[in-house]
């Protein structure tokens, strides 16, 4: 079954809509997003997508998440490179479309979203990098039971765990770029 979401153009908000908007983390997403940086050459492919006029991306999130805080920067500033026009699908309105692009059984955003143009899913990237998706992966694996008396502990270990991988600096949105650009080259 392919999943169309041309129906969702126009009701997102724009990524300057949303960082307007926001009402958690504002002072804390505005940080990444200034302190973004491109890594060596990859600015030129994002150049590159621009005269792709047949890719749209949606992202779901929502301010209070913390991998959208530090994830949802490095997106925007991928997609206004690369002229793909960009909208966010606050998760808790859009649960028809979350509950379509789960990680794990789990609704874990950000969820990025490419279609083309009559809105068929193309690909996806998200929640967070391979590297720091790994750790809840791992634990997920260990960890089924949301109710063992142990779970909160063990989570509470291993999102200290996916802080550490993504480091005190900006290292981590390189490899965001990176997968994305792996993403994008294939559609």
């Known amino acids: 079954m392919s999943v169309n979401l041309k129906d969702k153009f126009g009701t997102g908000k724009t990524p ?3 960082m307007e908007g926001m009402t958690k983390n504002k002072e804390a997403f505005h940080d990444w997003y200034n302190r973004f940086s491109w890594p060596e050459g990859e600015q030129t492919f994002f150049q590159s997508l621009a005269n792709r006029n047949d890719l749209r991306c949606l992202i779901l999130a929502s301010d209070w998440c913390g991998d959208v805080v530090r994830n949802v920067p490095v997106v925007f500033r991928a997609m206004n490179e690369a002229g793909i ?18 990680t794990m059984g789990g609704r874990a955003i950000p969820v990025v979203i490419f279609t083309d143009a009559d809105g068929n899913v193309l690909g996806k990237w998200g929640p967070r990098p391979v590297h720091v998706q790994a750790i809840m992966t791992a634990f997920k694996e260990k ?12 989570i509470k270990e291993a999102r200290a765990k996916m802080l550490q991988e993504y480091g005190e600096d900006t290292g981590y949105q390189a490899v965001i770029i990176k997968e994305l650009h792996e993403t994008l080259a294939k559609l």
Do not use: G, H, S
């Not at 960009?86 to 379509?100: A, F, G, K, P, S």
């Not at 960890?143 to 063990?154: F, L, M, S």
């Open 143 to 154: 960890n089924p039971d949301r109710n063992a008396p142990d779970y909160e502990e063990k």
């Open 85 to 102: 026009t960009t909208e966010v699908l606050i998760m808790e309105d859009n649960l028809d479309v979350m509950d379509q692009f789960l």
């Open 16 to 18: 300057e809509q949303f």
